[in-house]
């Protein structure tokens, strides 16, 4: 039996969650990433079946934890996820979507225009390199890294009581255990394990919330070189394990 790569219609819930004319430019984000995105191998054809369920409505309802108004960076947002999801259902929010390949920028840029989106800054560069230049109220990221390496590089982008927003799955808990000493570290004022989309993406989205303390207590360069240090001694090591 052969599986359809074709694009589905937008379920029932995306009504819910996109309302007025964030459901057109939802659906046309879509075609963006089912059309060009694949084309481009920003996203493998076989998501394409899952791209309202496990891409669209999972990023959306990250919006559930989003403050009025706020300023967002999302880091590392590749072709757009959670960052393009979230400024259609939020227009009230400003959203930085962050992103060192090119290929990935030209692409988030086409979709800002296409979708007409007035609240989309498209920034080409890494996080650990926006430190010290620019803050925000939220930092978000899906997919980008390992929940310490996301705190090296998010705390020095938020203000105090700003929060880093790290969708991450099943493995949360144990993210955040190995990462209690660099929260230490960071002086951050809290922290918590939140679902959003109860009653509307199954099962609901797991996010790891972290409130950023008063300035750090250390030097945020030395943080990042000693956690890439770690990474690339864990990357040896699971090099050596294959
Ligand atoms: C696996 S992709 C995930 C993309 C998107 N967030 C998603 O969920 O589909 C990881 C992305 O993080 C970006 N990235 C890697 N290192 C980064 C850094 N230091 N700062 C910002 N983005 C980074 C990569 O270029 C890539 O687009």
């Known amino acids: 039996m052969t599986e ?3 694009l589905p219609e937008a379920p029932p819930v995306a009504r819910e969650i996109f309302t007025g004319v964030a459901l057109e430019q939802a659906r046309v984000f879509a075609e963006l990433l089912a ?3 694949v084309v481009r191998g920003l996203l493998g054809p076989r998501e394409v079946p899952r791209i ?3 891409h669209l409505l999972n990023c959306a309802v990250v ?3 989003v403050p009025p108004d706020a300023s967002l960076v999302d880091i590392g947002s ?3 996820l959670p960052g393009v999801v979230l400024a259609i259902v939020r227009p009230d929010v400003t959203v930085t979507l962050l992103e060192p390949l090119l290929r990935r920028t030209v692409f988030l840029s086409e979709c800002v ?7 989309v800054e498209v920034l080409r560069g890494r996080a650990e390199e926006l430190a010290g230049k620019r803050v925000f109220d ?11 390496r996301l705190l090296s590089w998010s705390m020095p982008l938020l203000h105090e009581g700003g929060e880093l ?3 991450k799955g099943e493995r949360a808990q144990e993210e955040l255990d190995a990462a209690r000493p660099l929260l230490e570290a960071f002086g951050v004022r809290h922290v918590e394990l939140i679902t959003v989309g109860h009653g509307k993406v199954e099962p609901p989205a797991t996010l790891v919330r972290v409130v950023a303390g008063r300035s750090p207590r250390i030097d945020t360069r030395r943080s990042s070189r000693a956690e890439a240090r770690r990474s690339s001694r864990t990357d040896t090591r699971r090099r050596r394990k294959r």
């Open 78 to 80: 590749g072709a757009g």
């Open 138 to 148: 939220v930092a978000t990221a899906r997919a980008v890294a390992p929940l310490d």
């Open 4 to 6: 359809s790569n074709e």
């Open 165 to 167: 927003l790290a969708m």
């Open 63 to 65: 919006a559930e934890a």
């Open 113 to 119: 225009e296409a979708l007409k989106l007035d609240n």
């Open 35 to 37: 059309g060009p995105g």
């Open 52 to 54: 309202w369920d496990r």
